[in-house]
């Protein structure tokens, strides 16, 4: 489980294929500190930690991630957002994230907002993909306040550190970014949908 606050933005060094799978090497702050077998958030995306170096780590993505989150889009300098997993005990300073990504989406558009920024983003909405006005959604693995969800589209809020520690400060109109949609909304959504098949 995680959390949704970023330790540290790495960059994407290597990229190798080996038949229907991409091993993804990574340099970073942290990379150092990672072992074997560990799980790790990239850009919300959980993965396994495979190989180490002294400043690099690699983490192998099977079709099915690719397919369903932004990585078949990874490029050789790219940089990532990187979460390890939550400690037993430690503070949940922002919202339960399994690294599981929904779906998705497309940044819309930036809008400088005295100092912060506000990221407008479009997804294609279902039943499990709740959103609601001041709820958590996870973006590129970030933990944030939901602002004006409005059928396809929603806000978030950026401030000046978030922007500079992430790779928020890359995305423009456009790009597309990985979503993880609250766990608790995804329940409740699961469970009106059993109710309405009953009635």
């Given at each position: 489980m995680f959390t949704g606050i970023i330790e540290s933005a790495g960059t994407i060094s290597r990229i190798e294929h080996e038949n229907e799978n991409v091993h993804f090497t990574v340099e970073s702050d942290i990379s150092d500190e990672l072992k074997i077998d560990q799980s790790l958030a990239h850009d919300g995306v959980c993965l396994t930690v495979?190989?180490?170096t002294d400043r690099t780590h690699t983490v192998t993505a099977i079709r099915e991630t690719l397919e369903r989150t932004r990585l078949g889009s990874w490029k050789e300098?790219?940089?990532v957002n990187l979460e390890?997993?939550?400690q037993a005990g430690a503070r949940l300073d922002g919202h339960i994230v399994q690294g599981h990504v929904d779906t998705v989406g497309e940044c819309l558009r930036v809008e400088e907002a005295?100092?912060?920024w506000y990221f407008t983003f479009r997804?294609?909405?279902?039943p499990e993909t709740l959103l609601v006005d001041k709820?958590?959604?996870?973006?590129?693995?970030?933990?944030l306040t939901v602002v004006e969800p409005?059928?396809?589209?929603?806000?978030?809020?950026?401030?000046?550190?978030t922007f500079e520690h992430t790779n928020f400060g890359a995305l423009t109109a456009g790009a597309k970014v990985n979503l993880e949609f609250d766990i608790i909304g995804k329940y409740i959504a699961r469970q009106m949908a059993a109710?309405?098949?009953?009635?």
């Amino acid at each position: 489980m995680f959390t949704g606050i970023i330790e540290s933005a790495g960059t994407i060094s290597r990229i190798e294929h080996e038949n229907e799978n991409v091993h993804f090497t990574v340099e970073s702050d942290i990379s150092d500190e990672l072992k074997i077998d560990q799980s790790l958030a990239h850009d919300g995306v959980c993965l396994t930690v495979v190989a180490l170096t002294d400043r690099t780590h690699t983490v192998t993505a099977i079709r099915e991630t690719l397919e369903r989150t932004r990585l078949g889009s990874w490029k050789e300098g790219d940089r990532v957002n990187l979460e390890r997993a939550m400690q037993a005990g430690a503070r949940l300073d922002g919202h339960i994230v399994q690294g599981h990504v929904d779906t998705v989406g497309e940044c819309l558009r930036v809008e400088e907002a005295g100092g912060s920024w506000y990221f407008t983003f479009r997804y294609a909405p279902s039943p499990e993909t709740l959103l609601v006005d001041k709820g958590s959604v996870c973006i590129n693995g970030v933990s944030l306040t939901v602002v004006e969800p409005d059928g396809d589209t929603f806000k978030v809020a950026i401030i000046p550190y978030t922007f500079e520690h992430t790779n928020f400060g890359a995305l423009t109109a456009g790009a597309k970014v990985n979503l993880e949609f609250d766990i608790i909304g995804k329940y409740i959504a699961r469970q009106m949908a059993a109710y309405r098949d009953l009635a």
